[in-house]
């Protein structure tokens, strides 16, 4: 991590020329995000027709007007179709710069966070598929991208942003979007989950999977009222080495509104709500997140040992400890519990064959 940050690039507009020179750099690269992006293709989807309908349209009243100049004694008809033909090419003009008017803000926001990025040590990618992280959210769904996010370029491994992924079909299908930041540790640990209060809902947790209730641990003071800490059971002494009172506090602090995973050597922070792109606040809030909580974390492991496995040197967890139990959600019970009674009715009801 850089030892101050300047903001300087997200605050200063780039010229367009500039911006121009950038775009030109990054199709010539060959990245696949530098491709048509999806802003683009739906933006020409919903305009094509309109432009279309509005070229034919304006073809046909000008072809109107010059038959009814052609067939006039009145002079001045005879400039109409010009007249027209002018202000359909102004109007369409207009509406493909209205159309391109986002299109060009997110290549000028882009622009802007790569010179963020190289300002402070760091490299920017609006686009990299599968990324290969063990945290909860990256093994979920389809078309998996982290997306607009800014990694260390050198030094202890760092990454935030944003990380997209699908799941359904048809009228099912949703694409999800969650804020990430991925620091990595020294240090193999147990998965633990923190699942913060502060964004959950009426129906409960914001998280995309569930874990199952027997792995809570209650830690001292008023932590409980803003994290439920899960982790896996007879590892309980393993995670109050590791959530001590101070770093309790730092998480209270500085993280309450999102959830914190450790699991394997890594630490996140996830919100289900997108990070913004370029966001200064956004941002220097992440930075002080991994100043304080990130590195007490890295403090607090970085002499951690699972005695099950004996060796320091090993730096590994035993297989009980590795991973979480997830519990089946009632809502996918009830629904397996319908399925099967539906196909029990019919059978005996004659409607599905045996």
């Not at 507009?13 to 121009?20: A, G, H, I, S, T």
């Not at 997306?147 to 048809?170: I, K, M, P």
């Not at 979007?177 to 947790?205: E, K, Q, V, Y």
């Amino acid at each position: 991590m850089p030892s101050s940050i300047d903001f300087t690039a997200l605050t200063t507009p780039l010229p367009p020329e500039q911006v121009r020179a950038w775009k030109a750099q990054a199709v010539a690269s060959g990245a696949p995000w530098a491709r048509l992006q999806p802003a683009e293709i739906t933006a020409l989807a919903i305009g094509a027709p309109f432009l279309l309908l509005f070229v034919a349209t304006g073809m046909s009243m000008i072809g109107t007007f010059a038959s009814t100049a052609a067939q006039s004694s009145f002079p001045a008809a005879a400039i109409m179709p010009v007249i027209l033909g002018l202000i359909m090419i102004v109007a369409l003009g207009g509406a493909v710069f209205t159309l391109t008017a986002p299109l060009r803000k997110t290549w000028e926001l882009w622009a802007r966070v790569d010179a963020f990025a190289r300002a402070n040590g760091m490299t920017f990618s609006p686009r990299d598929d599968d990324p290969a992280y063990p945290g909860t959210i990256f093994g979920l769904g389809r078309e998996r991208h982290a997306v607009d996010h800014l990694r260390a370029a050198t030094g202890r491994y760092l990454d935030f942003g944003n990380y997209r992924y699908t799941t359904g079909s048809g009228k099912s299908r949703r694409t999800h979007t969650w804020g990430f930041l991925a620091f990595h540790l020294d240090r193999r640990m147990p998965h633990m989950m923190l699942d913060s209060a502060a964004n959950n809902s009426l129906l409960g947790s914001n998280l995309p999977v569930s874990f199952r209730k027997d792995q809570i641990l209650s830690l001292e003071g008023d932590f409980d009222r803003h994290f439920t800490l899960y982790c896996p059971r007879e590892y309980e002494r393993d995670a109050l080495y590791v959530f001590t009172p101070d770093l309790m506090a730092l998480l209270i602090d500085e993280a309450a509104p999102f959830d914190v995973e450790i699991v394997d050597d890594w630490m996140f922070v996830y919100s289900s709500r997108p990070f913004g792109t370029g966001d200064a606040n956004l941002y220097a809030r992440l930075f002080r997140i991994m100043d304080t909580v990130g590195a007490k974390t890295l403090r607090q492991t970085d002499r951690y040992l699972d005695e099950r496995v004996g060796t320091f040197a090993a730096n590994v967890v035993a297989p009980q400890g590795a991973r979480l139990t997830r519990r089946i959600s009632v809502g996918a019970i009830v629904v397996f519990a319908a399925i099967v009674a539906i196909w029990i009715w019919g059978i005996a009801s004659g409607f599905i064959n045996r």
